[in-house]
């Protein structure tokens, strides 16, 4: 995972020692805790920066934000994932934006992702323990590799395009009722 902190109405004053504290350097993405489409998703390049925006953010929310490090990628990538089984990964390609969602423009295209990344990241999902997960990647231009996100009930609308997901879903609970060990 990317270096990541949790600011709150609470702590964020003192934001240059929280980043200090955990090596997190500019630029950093700010984001909230509970959102998506990118909403609310910024890049910040300098601490004056971040400080401004923090101080209006705090004067009208109460709510807790998360302040990452910043991964120049190189593909962003959701892998779908069926009963610990890969069932499609697709890239979304920015347009115009530095944040890849699909609402903001972003193309797809499906992704072939290397076997030593389909195994780290299916050790994630066996952590958290669900059955239908969709993670998002980003590699970078050395290929490293960031999880930044397990969602547990993960949209299809778009992958749609490369595999039949409903189709998939249905077809592993059938699988599950019918195997002896049917419990869910
Ligand atoms: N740490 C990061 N480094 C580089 N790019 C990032 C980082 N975090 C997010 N992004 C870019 O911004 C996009 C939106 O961020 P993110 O997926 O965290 O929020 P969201 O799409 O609004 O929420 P969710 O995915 O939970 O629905 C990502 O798809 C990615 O392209
Ligand atoms: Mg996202």
Redesign the pocket.
């Known amino acids: 995972m ?1 270096v ?1 902190i949790q600011v709150s109405p609470d702590n964020f004053q003192d934001v240059d020692y929280l980043m200090e504290e955990v090596g997190l350097k500019f630029p950093v ?1 700010v ?2 805790v ?8 910024l ?1 910040l390049e300098g601490m004056e920066d971040l400080k401004g925006f923090l101080n209006r953010y705090y004067e009208r929310n109460s709510s807790n934000l998360i302040l ?6 190189r593909h ?1 990538v959701r892998v779908f994932v069926i009963d610990n089984r890969v069932v499609c990964a697709m890239e ?1 390609i ?1 347009k115009n934006d ?4 699909c609402s903001l423009g ?1 193309e797809t295209r499906r992704f072939s992702i290397g076997e030593d990344v389909e195994d780290l990241l299916l050790k994630g999902v066996k952590k958290v323990g669900a059955h239908i997960v969709g993670v ?1 990647v ?1 590699i970078d231009e050395e290929g490293n590799h ?1 999880i ?2 397990l ?1 547990i009930t993960p949209q299809f609308r778009n992958i749609m395009r490369y595999v039949d997901i409903p189709l998939e879903i249905v077809k592993y609970i059938e699988e599950r009722l019918s195997s002896n060990n049917h419990r869910f």
């Open positions: 990317p990541s993405v984001k909230p509970y959102g998506g489409y990118g909403d609310g998703v890049k990452q490090e910043y991964i120049p990628y962003d979304r920015p530095w944040r890849a969602n972003a998002d980003l960031y930044l996100e969602n």
